[in-house]
């Protein structure tokens, strides 16, 4: 039993994927979109106020009349694409969370919005159409490997016309010097994020080298363990840069955050705008 602990306990390396499903999870995507949904928790999407005014400094910023065609890439229940929508883009979103693409269709249909919503790997996307405008929001670009990040910021690309725009957010170096690393165990009576009944959850938060932080859950329960792994690579403005222009992109423009707020190196996130 000691031997077994320790082995699902030990730090894994770098950028090691977790086996088990994490967002399109039957059990934690109900989670997860329930976390998208509170609009006063920063979870899963940005608080409600947040997302607001993130859309109208896009909508300002990259006018739908000049760049029309929108794709969302990982646009979780849709909270972004309905507001995209409305400001006049044509959108495509595209998840690989079941749970969430449901939503956002209903949710799309309940409002007669004309959204096209694709459930999807971001990383394998191959659409046969180019775009004038994708978002990737709430830093989900720096919770993949390095080798992933190159995949999505060449996709990205690939499913641009030329002069079409890229906006996407990171984590600051901000964020990974607040990051305080530690151990620590909860047992979960049946209201639990990660499973139904009851477990054991053993919790490890870690940094490692390149400003990567690994955020380790095992749960154990009577009938199984699972570990979940989730990384994140914490950026400087120089490093977002260099990884955007080694796709042969242009950077319009840098900002705090995705509502357009002015760089300054505390901030916890950065934002890019790239041109193609
Ligand atoms: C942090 S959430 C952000 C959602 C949305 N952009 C927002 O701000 O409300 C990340 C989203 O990316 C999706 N996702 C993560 N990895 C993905 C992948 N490989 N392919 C498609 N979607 C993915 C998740 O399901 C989730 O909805």
Redesign the pocket.
Known sequence: MFHQLCTLLEKPPLYTKSKAAF??DEYISKQ?LKA?LDPGFEG???KLDF?DSSAAWIKKTVNPTLYPTLL?I???PG??AERFAKAGYQVTG????KR?IAYAKDMAAQQGLNIKYLY????SMDLKETFDFCT?????YG?LSSDDRQIIMSRGYRHLRQGGRFLLDVFSMTEYDAFQEGQSWKMCNGDGFWKDGEYIELSGRYKYPGNVTLEQTIVISDADSAAYYLWNTCFTKDLLIQEALAAGFHVCGIFSDVAGGAYQEECPTIAVLLEK
């Open positions: 967002w399109d997860m998208h899963a999407s940005r997302i969302d990982g646009c979780g909270i972004y595209i998840d690989f969370s969430s999807q790997n971001y990383l990737m929001i709430y830093c989900d919770a």
